[in-house]
Structures are given as structure tokens and as C-alpha cells.
């Protein structure tokens, strides 16, 4: 069973224009690590959380590879994500990438988990996948939560917004 693990950037980004309910779209367990929940302190991106937490997510961090994240990582702080990339030095098998998948719109933490064997995605691979695998989320509703969280500060160059749209209309 793949286990996806969800960072502190896209929990921001979803949580804001209240969509944390579309990472049910992924087939697998959505593991959201207790710091990356005490990170996120932004309303109404913190009542949304606490919301979507009541449904069951896992919270646990693999503390065993915590200091083997924060070694890889050298100076780089990325804070409570690390504890991401610890989950994924935990779950990996370098023998199927889809054990451990990884949301997050952080770069470093992006590069790092995908090197590590992760799939990876952002909030609006999150999107995308929903509208795709969801028959309630029709393409124009995904375009308009696209654009929702492009508003609320994530923002994507005209090109990538228009081809995430474009994914969502295909």
C-alpha cells in the first residue's frame, strides 16, 4: 500500500481554499507527520486542517530516520518537512517508486524525496488527480480551485497554470 506524506507547503496551499478533501483522491494512506501539522498556524488553513485530521489520517513520525533526513539534508533547514523526508526513508523500496509518494510544493524537499525513490506531486497534482479520478469534481470545478489556490499565494507562471488546467480539462 503506498503511503503519501503531505508537507507543510501543501497543506497550506489546499487548506486555504479549503480542499484538504481532495487528497482522498490518492489510492493509499495519507500520512500528514504531527509537525508538519503544528506548522501550520494560518486561518483558515488551520480550522480546515483540524477538520480534515477527524477523518482518520495517520500523524506518526518515523523518528528512527529523522536524523538520517536532517544528515542528508546537510545545512539546508526545512523544518518540519524533514520529517517527511524521513517518512520516505522509512517506506521506500527501491523496487516499486509507488511505496512512498510525497505532496509538497517545497523544492528542496521535492528533489530530495524524488532521489530518495519517491513519486512526488504538488497541490495542484493533487487537483488534477481529483478531477481525474473523482466523478463529483467536474473539470470546471478543478480549474476554479486551481485558480483559488494560484490567488491565494501559490502562485504558478501563466504556462504551468494553463497546462494544470489543461491536464484538468483532458
Known sequence: MTRIYIGPTSLYSLGQVGELALLDAFD??????EPAIDDVRV???ATNLSEYLETGVET??????????RSLLGEKDIGAAVTVLA??????????????????EDRTVRRMAQGLGAEITSSF???VR??????YLSPRQAKRIVRRIDQHGN???GELRERA???VAE
Do not use: F, M, N, W
Open 60 to 69: 506518526t513520525v518515523d523518528d528512527d530516520h529523522v536524523e538520517q533526513a
Open 28 to 33: 493509499g494512506d495519507i500520512v500528514i507527520p
Open 43 to 45: 486561518e483558515p488553513t
Open 155 to 157: 502562485h504558478l507562471t
Open 165 to 167: 488546467v489543461g491536464e
Open 130 to 135: 481529483a478531477a481525474i479520478e473523482d466523478k
Open 125 to 127: 497534482g493533487v487537483v
Open 87 to 104: 517518512g520516505v526513508l522509512a517506506y521506500r523500496d527501491q523496487s516499486d517508486r509507488s511505496a512512498v509518494a510525497v505532496v509538497s
